[in-house]
């Protein structure tokens, strides 16, 4: 028998650097390379980057609702917190209604029409109020509030199941620009500290967010999860077993982030929350342009868990310049496993014809509610207003990142897909004549993936080879070189012990 292909950690790595005669770079070649790919990515996709604008009206929106205050260990930020995860929550186990919305033009206008609606009422009511917070004034905040949060999950989901059609090198190199843009929007407002500009970019965001979204249902992208039959969305929905790993796995780290932040005043832990993010996704687009089909998504989550650890320890002293750099590893370290979660979640979707509000909303809602809780934890530690006597949280926390991360990012998983399994025996199940040949043939290659132990890029290759393209069609499909291209079919057919092309067509006709 053959060996199956183990873990994740294991499927979302791209090939080995190939031969170092053929395709080593030195200097300014690796320069010119990334600056090739980067150009090449950004000319083809540029609305993909819209996601930047969601992420900056989330900071956005977060940074001004913490100034307004509901007890002393809440705030309207918290309000903030709980309105995404309920609405996320909500998203992802009505996976197969909401997929369709997403395509909807009508209903994306809605969501972001809305959004701006909500900025509006609450930048008036807050400038009417002249920072009195009455109750009445608080209950309308709190409304108003929730349902921006809403219109913040929703759109959203609707960016990350665009995101979760793409493959490997695209998915991560958006993605993490976008983080980068994201960061970046916010450090200059709040730097030119206009109060009036400020509002006038959050009431833009939502109606820009809706015309990027439009233009990029426009571009071609992979093969996304069909949505025209509501059926088959359903089933993609069903037939999947609960994220359960990722979404501890965030929530855990969301919570030590939070944690964190509370050592910190409100204007100091923004600071450090852009500041950090900055330079994480800045290193990170460089690693990807540089390294190219050889980044390794491991590596986000080899230095996130230290600098988690070394964040819980910093945090508990009381020099200010320890303070800062626990906040600093904290925020870095949660987005290196942020960015891990959400790209091999995408990346499982991709694979395996997932609805990905199936995997993504679920995900997304824990992390916002870990965010939430330690957040609480860290204000009612400052606050004294619970006493924990000799109960330290810090080393608890430590105690508990290492065992997440022993559990559930070192296990070995024989069905690549990080523990979420297909349900058997489900009466939700498509039958295999109401799919498309495209769709089979996909199913066909991840199973023939697992079997022979081949990679994820491995896979796509093997996949678009199946469909009879092209080496230079495969080349700019998946971003990479000629050469990359050719080391990838090669290993390919020594895999799957056959010599060509030709053979590989016709070893999945007689499948």
């Known amino acids: 028998m053959e060996k199956e292909a183990t873990g994740l950690s294991e499927s979302l790595t791209t090939e080995p650097m190939p031969p170092k005669a053929k395709t080593k770079r030195h200097g300014l070649s690796n320069v010119f390379a990334a600056c090739e790919l980067t150009k090449k990515l950004i000319r083809t996709r540029w609305p993909l980057v819209g996601l930047a604008f969601l ?37 992802g ?22 959004g701006t609606g909500t900025v509006f009422a609450c930048t008036i009511i807050q400038t009417v109020d002249a920072g009195e917070s009455s109750f009445g004034i608080v209950i309308l905040l709190a409304i108003f509030t929730s349902i ?50 400020t509002s006038m970019i959050c009431l833009l965001l939502p109606l820009a967010l809706c015309a990027l979204l439009n233009q990029t249902d426009k571009i071609e992208l992979q093969q996304p999860l069909s949505t025209s039959d509501e ?58 342009a540089f390294t190219e089909v050889k980044f390794n998504l491991k590596w986000f989550h080899w230095v996130g868990l230290p600098l988690a650890v070394m964040a819980v320890v910093l945090v508990g002293h009381h020099s200010p310049v320890i303070g800062l750099l626990g906040g600093y590893c904290a925020t870095i370290g949660f987005m290196f496993i942020q960015f891990f979660v959400c790209i091999s979640l995408c990346t499982i979707s991709f694979r395996h014809n997932i609805n990905p509000l199936w995997l993504l909303a679920p995900v997304q809602a824990l992390r916002f509610l870990g965010s939430f809780l330690g957040e609480v934890v860290g204000r009612l530690e400052i606050g004294m207003v619970i006493h924990l006597g000799e109960f330290d949280v810090s080393e608890v926390l430590v105690i508990i990142i290492c065992l997440t991360y022993a559990t559930f990012l070192t296990s070995r998983e024989t069905d690549q ?23 089979l043939l996909k199913d066909e290659c991840a199973r023939m993936a697992r079997r022979y132990g081949l990679t994820l890029r491995e896979e796509e290759v093997m996949f678009l080879l199946a469909q009879g393209q092209t080496q230079a069609k495969i080349e700019k499909e998946l971003f990479i070189s000629n050469a990359t291209v050719k080391t990838h079919c090669r290993h390919v057919y020594s895999k799957l012990g056959i010599s060509g092309k030709t053979e590989l067509i016709n070893l999945f006709k007689h499948e």
Not at 93 to 114: G, V
Not at 278 to 288: D, G, Q
């Open 55 to 91: 992420f900056a009206w989330n900071t956005l929106s977060q940074s001004t609702s913490s100034v307004v205050p509901l007890r002393n260990w809440i705030n309207l930020a918290s309000v903030l917190y709980l309105a995404r995860s309920a609405s996320l929550l909500f998203i």
């Open 93 to 114: 186990f009505q996976a197969s209604r909401f997929l369709m919305l997403m395509r909807n033009t009508r209903a994306i206008l809605l969501a972001s029409i809305i």
């Open 148 to 197: 921006m949060g809403f219109s913040q999950s929703f759109l959203m989901m609707a960016w990350l199941t665009r995101y979760a059609e793409l493959s490997f090198v695209p998915l991560v190199f958006y993605f993490v620009a976008s983080n980068a843009i994201s960061t970046a929007v916010p450090g200059i407002l709040f730097s030119l500290s206009s109060p009036m500009m």
């Open 231 to 288: 059926d088959e969305a359903q089933s993609a929905t069903k037939s999947w077993s609960f994220p359960l790993k990722p979404a501890l796995l965030i929530a855990i780290f969301a919570f030590t982030a939070g944690y964190a932040r509370c050592f910190f005043d409100t204007s100091g832990s923004i600071r450090v929350d852009l500041l950090g993010g900055s330079l994480t996704a800045l290193a990170m687009l460089a690693i990807v």
């Open 417 to 439: 897909s990080w523990g979420i399994e297909p349900i058997s025996n489900s009466a939700h199940d498509l039958p295999a004549t109401h799919r498309s040949s495209s769709e």
